[in-house]
Structure formats: C-alpha cells, structure tokens
C-alpha cells in the first residue's frame, strides 16, 4: 500500500488532520486540498488512487468533485463524507457514482475497511486489466506463427475483415488453426471487450443443440431444473464462434438460420423474443458445398454464413511455417517443463519437414512436446522423435528410389554416383581429402571421378 495515493479534500483544517495523519501512519501516500479548486489541481498533477471528499466545500461540493474526477478517469474511486446524514443523501451520493459514503463524525475503523475495500478493487482492476492486455496479445494477428505466403493471404483476408460486422466461415482440416484465427478476428475488432464465446458443435450430442445455442426455460423438458442461458444470450454484444458448424443437425439449422438472419431468438419452453447482437464465425473441416448436394446441409444457411469464406491451408502445403513453428513449441515447452532445450538438429528438422502432417499444426505440437520431454539433451535429435516418423521418412526415402524411372543401368548408376560426389564436395567446402573419407573411397579415385564427371 506504499504506492496508494489518496486525496483528502476538506475546508475544516481541525477534520482534515486528524485523518490525514491517521492515514499516513497506515502507509498511505496522503495528499490534501481544502476546496475544490485545490483539490482538482492536485488530482491533475498526480497519480490518484482514491478521492475522499466532504460533501460541503467552501467553493463547491463533493459532487462537484466527484463529478470532475469521473470525468477525468471514471475508474478511481471517490468516497463522500457527509455530516448531514439520511438515507435520501445516501441514496443520492450512491447514483452520483461514488464508491461510498461515509457520516460524520468519521469512524476511523470504517474509514479504513473503505479504503482497504477500494484498494483491493483497484488491484483487480489492474490485475484484470493487464490479464486482458495479455490475452489480447496472445490472440493478436502478430502471434500467430507464419512465414509462409499461403498463410499470409490467410491473415491478410483475416485482417481486412476483423473491423466489420460480416459473418466469417473458416474452412481447413482439423488441427490447422482455425479458432486461432477466428479470436484474432475477434480481438483485433471493435467487440475485444466483449465475450468471445466458443461452441463445438463436434462434441454435443444431437438432443442438447437447441438449449445448448439458445437456452431454456426452467421445466422446458425433462431435467431442466433451472433456466439456463444459451450460447447466444451469452455471447451478446460479443462474437459466437461455431466450430464444426456441418455437425448441426438440419433441424436445428433452420432456427440458426433464423436467429442469424433476424437477430432474435427465443429460449426453449419460451414464447418471448430476445433481440441479440452477436458476431458469426464458424468453422469447418467438412466440405459443405458436397453435403448441400447431399441435402445434409441448408444452402441458405451457407450463405449467411460464407459471407467471407477463409480457406486454411494444411500445413503440408506450406513447408515454409514448419521450421518456425518448431522453435516456438521447443521454447514454449521447454520453458514449461523446465528443460534446458534450445534447438533442433539439422537430421530431425530435414525428417520432420519431409513429414506430411495429417494432424497439422496440433499434431507438430504433440511431437515437439514429447521430444522437448524425453530428450537427454539440450537439443531434439532423429532419437527423440517417434517411430512413426522415422519410419515414415525411411519408406518414403524407399520409395523415391523406387519410384526412379527405369533406363540404362550405367547411366542411372553415374548419376547417382555423380550426385553424391557433388553432395560431398560441398559439405566438405571442396576439401578433397575429406570429401574422399565422406564417401569412404581413396583420393585418388576421387579425383578420377572428379575429371571423369567434368565437375569443378
């Protein structure tokens, strides 16, 4: 409480000393004013944490005070004390937008329970504030891990529609990315302090979709016990993020269509109408122009949804992030299981960028983690990844050499022969003599093959 500062505003010196030294001896930085002209030259000039003013000032009065601050920086408190006490003047002071309001003469225990409450207020609003800020940075565009140019057409279409109102369908394969990119939508936009509610339409079974998006009524059906307050009604103002939306059955997709088109909904077991704001994004990892052809899917509800359709690429087609996402999971690991890891040799990031993926970024995640776990290292090598990737780069090495194109036998073999020496050549910085012991033959023949090949 060192660094708490209260403004004590009083025109009576005989009050107004006996609880500034009171508060001093607290540990509370304690300035003082005896009118209203003071006391706001004094809040402009200085950090406040608390205003604690008397109702009747010479000039003005505490509500004038109260009135200024709040104009200034609504979010620091103001106590107002009052010798002329009632509960209409209590009343009073509460709507003005004080904190609280204390009668004369002052009890200093009660003072000091107000102070301790306002402080503990300001901590977590401060607290809550900076955990804001974070989540904020964690979801914004700049985090996400990208360098490759399909990606960032992803982010650039992203990006252009964050600021809008436009219902967003993300479509891509399960573990790319996609409620990674639909927060960074939601807190790059004019609606970050509102709630960004998720609803995974994958893991809710077919009977709970209504009550789970829009709510119910207490004894709507059996077990509901209670009123209950659906996904909608908690996402207003806010942004509903839909994933796996082709998991909706068509039942309830046509009262989706309708709360989305009209902005309304109403609760299960509820005859009353509720105008709500929210935000649309979902997502898929279902091709649902196929399942419109199916009937498994309403096309006008496509249409609502596909205003801006974002198409994530699997990460086998964009080699380009592997690399740098792999640094970030081997940091981000390492530092939560307080491991000294710091790299990746060059062996186990050549077989991992040769790997396709089919669980994408979530599945990198899972290899990188339980390298970061198992390795006796300070870096990840070829021994700490799983079998199924080293096998996997064994038989697709296997395959590209079966699957050369047949020809002269002689010929294939000097082609072989002659990449391999250029291969050796310039790891060994055109070393000769190692570039002999790389390939396990003499100098001699080295240089016969050199002049045989014409290589330089």
Do not use: W
């Amino acid at each position: 409480m060192k660094n708490y500062t209260i403004l004590l505003v009083d025109d009576e010196i005989s009050q107004r000393e006996p609880i500034k030294g009171f508060l001093q001896k607290k540990g509370y930085n304690v300035l003082d004013a005896g009118n209203y002209i003071d006391a706001i030259s004094l809040f402009k000039k200085n950090e406040i944490d608390l205003v604690i003013t008397d109702y009747r000032l010479t000039d003005k009065t505490g509500f004038d005070v109260l009135e200024e601050v709040k104009k200034q920086n609504p979010k620091i408190p103001v106590v107002i004390m009052t010798a002329y006490g009632s509960i209409e003047d209590a009343v009073k002071i509460m709507k003005s937008g004080a904190y609280d309001y204390l009668q004369k003469p002052i009890e200093l225990s009660e003072l000091q329970h107000i102070i301790e409450k306002c402080y503990e207020r300001s901590y977590l609003i401060s607290e809550n504030l900076l955990l804001k800020q974070q989540l904020e940075n964690q979801h914004k565009f700049s985090s996400i891990i990208s360098q490759s140019d399909e990606m960032e057409a992803v982010l650039n279409i992203a990006g252009r529609v964050a600021s809008s109102k436009a219902s967003v369908l993300i479509c891509g394969e399960s573990g790319t990315g996609k409620e990674l990119i639909a927060k960074a939508i939601h807190y790059s936009s004019p609606r970050k302090d509102k709630p960004f509610v998720v609803v995974n339409c994958a893991a809710m079974p077919e009977t709970l979709f209504e009550s789970e998006l829009f709510g119910h009524e207490k004894g709507a059906f059996t077990g509901a016990e209670k009123m209950r307050i659906g996904k909608f009604e908690q996402a207003d103002s806010g942004t509903l993020f839909i994933d796996e939306v082709g998991d909706i059955p068509m039942l309830i997709q046509v009262k989706l269509l309708r709360a989305i088109q009209f902005s309304e909904i109403q609760r299960v077991g509820s005859n009353k109408t509720m105008e709500l704001d929210v935000r649309i994004i979902a997502a898929t990892n279902r091709n649902l122009n196929e399942m419109i052809k199916n009937n498994e899917f309403r096309e006008d509800l496509f249409y609502r949804l596909n205003v801006v359709a974002i198409q994530i690429p699997p990460l086998r087609m964009r080699k380009l992030d592997v690399q740098p996402l792999i640094e970030h999971f081997i940091e981000k690991y390492a530092k939560l299981n307080q491991k000294d890891v710091i790299s990746i040799t060059k062996e186990a990031l050549n077989i991992l960028t040769k790997y396709d993926f089919p669980g994408n970024i979530r599945e990198l995640e899972n290899i990188i983690q339980r390298a970061v776990v198992l390795t006796r290292n300070n870096y990840i090598s070829v021994e700490d990844l799983p079998n199924i990737i080293k096998n996997n780069s064994f038989n697709k090495s296997k395959k590209d050499l079966l699957d050369l194109q047949l020809g002269d036998l002689n010929l294939k073999v000097e082609e072989l022969e002659k990449t391999l020496i250029e291969k050796a050549l310039n790891k060994a910085n055109h070393n000769q003599v190692k570039a002999a012991e790389l390939l396990n033959i003499s100098e001699r023949t080295l240089r016969y093959k050199i002049s045989k090949y014409g290589l330089k």
